[in-house]
């Protein structure tokens, strides 16, 4: 009985809504057409919806569709308008001066009005980002913003600490509005808003499901025009397996990221498409260089000799990515294409340990002054990645063949986490960085990012690589930098601190049925209010 | 009914509510024992050291001493509080409540599958002995209790695909589109089939069926014409089966786990093993103290059964 | 119908016949099938201790991933990393047998502590273990397995440590009831008139000459428990972990590609595991009737 009350009660309100306010919902020119349903997989379950507390990929992709930034980066990485038009620079990179757009509104709760967005909201954004209290992993990114004010409704000025190159592309965080949060202090995952958002995006929430299902609604309000597709749900999975199967018995259009295993099957399929695109991520082998072992960068260079990373990727993943060099995504514009990836070869890999002092010792292990080279592989365990169990297991077959002994340990992945990153107890690792436009590095190998929690987990330390991070950061100019990125991409090449493996190439696979789609490389759905269905294709 | 049944009903009802009472009681204990001994702090994990310990507790409104702990976690749960999901920031006790239900369909609906087919089969070779056709059926039971129940969900999902074009799993609760009625038949016959309970079930209702057969006031029904079916059923029938159905509860509701993963089921399983993959521990407290919940509440509903069948067995 | 009329608390009467004679045709299949099962277990537990495999199970070969049986060698075809799934299937034991040891001791040990207090001092102890009993009832074990994954550590020897806890009531309860039924038959009462210390009659004559088969038994089922607990972790991600082979993580890896139709690297490690369970079951129930006496 209560349940039906609230129903009425929600489609009066809309009608009252209807006839007050005469939306006219905006109709976009781009030769989509409005209307459809896309149903599209997640492996996993999001944890909050809202773009502050949230850090994982599933509730990423749905606050891409919910909301939006100051500015976005489009699909050539250049920064385009969005919340706000336009923008000024001044005091020499210190004062970035936003001027917002004034037909942007919040989406309407149930029985409200649909309040406008203003310079209020950007602010109290910001000040809700930065609380002590909030809960969020976005902290570290904004530490070099001073502050913010409010000039007038639609003007706000940030003020930066420091000048630094690239600052404008970090204004896409999302901004959440000031009558958002129950408690406007901070936020934290006990905040009904996490679950229950609402943004200025192409979509809004109509609900989600105590098993975490999500469906979002095309906004008729948004500013770029109303998104074509309706409605998009995302179906929370507990198998992978059973995901693709899903998509081939058409229970859902779409899977953003396609498990390498299943990329034949799909191929094959006429009534599938299966794009790739671009990813700013690579996969490494991270050494612990506060073992003494390793912190021969001999020892590092011979592991890197000793693997054959063409044989993997051609096994392990159809050849679908591009072996690297250095610690840039080969699609950045950081990427220094003239060193090369090392060629496989156990031959010099032996003579480099023979070199660093080893000499094969019983049972066929390496050893240096009676202490065998022998090495723990910590691996976060992952119900289903296969693929990371295979390179990992062929790791360790290649470098038995060297002589060298490595221990697999698989752990649960949050207890790998406090061993990689607070206690250090581990000796390699295999992850992967997925990095933003920016190409930042210094977090990765800068000797002032040794310690507990902080990225460079393998106590990395080398004056030259400092100096060079720092030069890049003070740098304004974008030719310069790349010019030092260049340097520290051939010296970090040659130190080895990791053995760089590769980017894969991402697979979405979708059903011909959807048209126009475009992905982006880390936010996924940048670009989905302009994705269409037409009609003769819909059930 | 007399007063003095009623006297009896009343003190029967009340000694395994106490009981049941205390077994709770007991169950909280040991979940809160298991979490306080381990090691490592959920909640410095979720912020990846991005502030001091005090200051997250004092966010999230934790005490600090262990009986106080308990206590507080004790009291809230007898009023219904739960506490928060670490990960998702909800209320554990209306997240288990959302889903629960489903697994609660699953888990009877097994249990329904398993006796469906243990029945007749220690029917069969309790009226009949060993013959040429209760060894092979027997030895059945046997070979589906032996399987891994994945591996047989993966079985059933391929055969229903490959062979008849059907796609038997549930995407999703919001029913954005049909029921599908194999969909939801599949996991109930899987987990009902590979729960690894059939042959246990099928020796224990033979046994009990065997010695009501035997025993002598049927011998009597039979000389005097009458049917042996209906005399046995309440002693031989009703109080074994009821006795383990409640008894196997908890083998399927773990069962559930597992086939809630398979079949893609929005159930109580899979955010148990969600749980323990990010170390949601409020969360898997709670899905592990309502599980304990379910499993005393059939041992009461058992109780209840076997005192009104049987007054005076399940008096004493 | 002679051999419905025993109820199963009640212990019958040993005859001089041998065990043999008095089992009938059914059991010895029972009993003579589990054997077989044990022995192929042992067997290849030794081999794979001697390393007398066909194939490295370790040895990858990226050439031949997911090879279909037969192929240059491979019996049974080989795995997601070219490795030999024969070789890893008789290695697989090992993965069972240290674990699978660890609850049983538990379960047993404990077990029969339990049950001796609380069969031979009565009363209190009896109430309280019936309530530890019913209290380890109430929690379904894989949720309390994972329980204690999330609060410690996805280790199969923690995992072995709460099976053999959970198991403790069945066996508490088996040597209850038989010190029960021995005391009905004032056994008990005679040798304390003999003589006899508590201890010697608790290790002796109750342990040793009439709980030893039960004991046995539950050994038996404790193992089968085992093998099927670790390949349900397996499917969660919470078993034994590569490298190391277990028939539980077998069959998740290949299960993979189960989907594809590729069926066999999965089909190998689940046979092995039915016929092992099915093999143990029916030994310990055929001991069960033969050496107990239980018909049912």
Request: with cysteine.
């Amino acid at each position: 009985m209560k349940g039906k009350q609230i129903t009425l009660l929600a489609i009066f309100a809309l009608a009252a809504l209807c006839i007050s306010s005469n939306v006219q919902a905006l109709t976009r020119n781009d030769g989509g057409v409005d209307g459809g349903l896309l149903n599209y997989g997640e492996y996993g379950r999001p944890a909050t919806l809202d773009p502050i507390t949230s850090n994982d990929m599933i509730s990423l992709r749905v606050s891409e569709l919910l909301f939006n930034g100051l500015v976005g980066i489009d699909e050539k990485q250049e920064i385009v308008p969005e919340l706000a038009e336009r923008w000024e620079i001044s005091d020499g990179g210190r004062a970035y001066t936003f001027y917002l757009r004034r037909d942007a509104t919040w989406h309407a709760r149930a029985g409200e009005e649909p309040l406008p967005f203003t310079a209020d909201d950007v602010v109290f954004t910001f000040r809700i980002m930065t609380h002590p209290k909030t809960i969020t992993p976005l902290k570290v990114r904004y530490e070099f913003i001073d502050g913010v004010e409010k000039l007038d409704d639609f003007t706000v000025r940030f003020r930066l600490k420091r000048p630094i190159l690239n600052a404008l592309a970090k204004f896409s965080f999302k901004i959440i509005p000031a009558h958002g949060p129950a408690n406007p202090e901070f936020l934290t995952r006990r905040d009904p808003f996490v679950h229950q958002p609402i943004g200025t995006g192409p979509y809004m929430l109509k609900s989600i499901t105590g098993d975490r299902e999500v469906v979002l609604e095309a906004n008729e309000r948004y500013f770029k025009g109303r998104p074509h597709v309706d409605r998009f749900v995302g179906k929370p999975f507990a198998d992978q397996n059973i995901m693709t199967q899903a998509m081939m018995f058409n229970a859902i259009d779409m899977i953003i990221l396609v498990n390498p295993r299943n990329i034949p099957e799909i191929q094959g399929d006429r009534r599938f498409v299966l794009q790739p695109y671009n990813a700013l991520s690579y996969s490494f082998f991270g050494y612990n260089l506060r073992n003494p072992l390793l912190a021969d960068r001999r020892v590092r260079q011979a592991f890197t000799f000793a693997i054959n990373r063409r044989e993997m990727l051609d096994s392990f993943f159809n050849g679908q990515g591009t072996i690297i060099s250095g610690p840039f995504a080969p699609g950045s514009w950081a990427y220094n294409l003239d060193v090369l990836p090392l060629q496989y070869d156990p031959d010099r890999a032996r003579d480099l340990l023979e070199e660093a002092g080893f000499r094969p010792g019983q049972d066929g292990v390496m050893e240096k002054d009676g202490e065998q080279l022998s090495l723990t592989l910590k691996v976060p365990i992952e119900k289903e990645s296969e693929a990371v169990k295979r390179v990992v297991l062929a790791f360790r077959s290649y470098l038995r063949k060297i002589g060298v002994d490595v221990r697999v340990e698989f752990k649960e992945w949050l207890s790998w986490k406090e061993d990689v990153f607070l206690s250090h107890d581990f000796d390699i690792i295999f992850a992967s960085w997925v990095f933003d436009d920016s190409a930042d590095i210094s977090s990765l190998f800068h000797s002032a990012e040794i310690g507990p929690w902080k990225n460079n987990f393998g106590a990395y330390s080398n004056p030259e690589v400092d100096s060079l991070i720092v030069e890049s950061k003070l740098t304004l100019d974008h030719e310069k930098r790349r010019t030092i990125y260049r340097k520290l991409h051939d010296l970090v090449a040659e130190e080895s601190p990791y053995t760089f493996l590769w980017t894969l190439t991402n697979y979405a696979a979708y059903q011909k049925k959807v048209r126009h789609v475009a992905i982006h490389p880390y936010k996924y759905f940048s670009f989905a209010d302009e994705w269409y269905i037409l009609e003769e294709d819909r059930p | 009914m007399r007063f003095s049944s009623v006297r009896t009903a009343a003190f029967v009802l009340g000694r395994e509510l106490a009981i049941t009472a205390l077994l709770l009681a007991g169950v909280s204990l040991v979940v809160f024992a298991i979490l306080f001994l381990a090691p490592g702090d959920p909640f410095s994990l979720l912020l990846e050291g991005q502030m001091g310990d005090d200051a997250v507790r004092e966010a999230l409104g934790v005490p600090t001493a262990w009986y106080a702990q308990y206590l507080s976690w004790v009291s809230n749960i007898l009023r219904g509080n739960f506490g928060t999901s670490v990960h998702t920031g909800l209320p554990v006790l209306s997240e288990i409540i959302r889903v629960g239900i489903n697994t609660l369909y699953l888990t009877l609906g097994a249990l329904l599958i398993t006796l469906v087919i243990a029945i007749p089969i220690a029917l069969l070779s309790a009226r009949m002995g060993n013959t040429s056709l209760t060894l092979p059926l027997t030895i059945a039971a046997y070979v589906i209790s032996a399987l891994p129940v994945f591996w047989l969900g993966y079985i059933a999902i391929y055969i229903s695909t490959h062979r008849f074009g059907a796609f038997p799993i549930v995407v999703g609760s919001s029913g954005t589109q049909g029921l599908n009625m194999t969909a939801f038949l599949l996991p109930i016959v899987v987990l009902g089939v590979g729960n690894g309970t059939i042959s246990e079930v099928v020796r224990y209702l033979r046994e009990e069926m065997g010695r009501v057969f035997a025993e002598e006031y049927i011998r009597t029904a039979k000389a005097k014409g009458g049917s042996v079916w209906r005399h046995s059923v309440r002693e031989g029938f009703i109080v074994p089966i009821t006795q383990i159905i409640a008894t196997k509860i908890p083998f399927v509701l773990g069962g559930a786990v597992v086939v809630e993963q398979v079949f893609n089921w929005p159930g109580m399983g899979r955010m148990a093993w969600q749980a323990a993959q990010t170390r949601d521990y409020p969360l898997i407290m709670g899905i592990t103290i309502i599980a304990a919940v379910i499993v005393r509440m059939g041992s009461l509903l058992q109780r209840v059964v076997h005192f009104m069948v049987n007054p005076a067995a399940a008096g004493d | 119908m002679k051999r419905y009329t025993q109820r199963s608390s009640v212990v019958v009467e040993f005859s001089d016949l041998p065990f043999w004679k008095k089992a009938d045709r059914r059991d010895l299949f029972y009993l003579g099938f589990g054997l077989l099962v044990l022995t192929m277990v042992l067997v290849s537990y030794a081999l794979g201790s001697l390393e007398w495999l066909p194939y490295d199970p370790q040895e990858i070969d990226l050439d031949m991933l997911m090879a279909p049986p037969g192929t240059e060698g491979h019996l049974l075809g080989t795995d997601f990393m070219g490795r030999d799934i024969l070789s890893r299937l008789v290695l697989g034991t090992q993965a069972y047998f240290l674990p699978g040891l660890l609850s049983i001791t538990i379960a047993l040990t404990l077990g029969s502590l339990v049950g001796v207090l609380s069969g031979y001092w009565g009363a209190g102890f009896d109430t309280a273990a019936t309530y530890l009993g019913n209290l380890l009832d109430s929690f379904p074990r894989l949720v309390f397995i994972l329980l204690v994954v999330a609060a410690f550590k996805p280790d199969i020897y923690y995992i072995m440590v709460v099976v053999g806890i959970t198991n403790v009531p069945v066996v508490s309860l088996l040597i209850r009831d038989k010190i029960l039924s021995l005391k009905q038959k004032t056994f008990i009462e005679a040798a304390k008139a003999l003589g006899l210390r508590n201890r010697t009659i608790i290790f002796r004559h109750i342990l040793w000459h009439n709980c030893r088969s039960t004991l046995i038994i539950q050994a038996t089922l404790g193992m089968a428990e085992a093998i099927l607990i670790e390949s349900s972790l397996s499917y969660l991600g919470f078993g034994v972990q590569e490298p190391t082979p277990s028939w539980g993580n077998m069959v998740q890896a290949g299960s993979n590609y189960f989907m594809q139709g590729q069926f066999w690297s999965s089909t190998a490690p689940a046979l092995a595991i039915l016929v092992t369970i099915m093999g143990f079951h029916l030994l310990g129930d055929g001991l069960n009737y033969i050496l107990e006496g239980k018909r049912s």
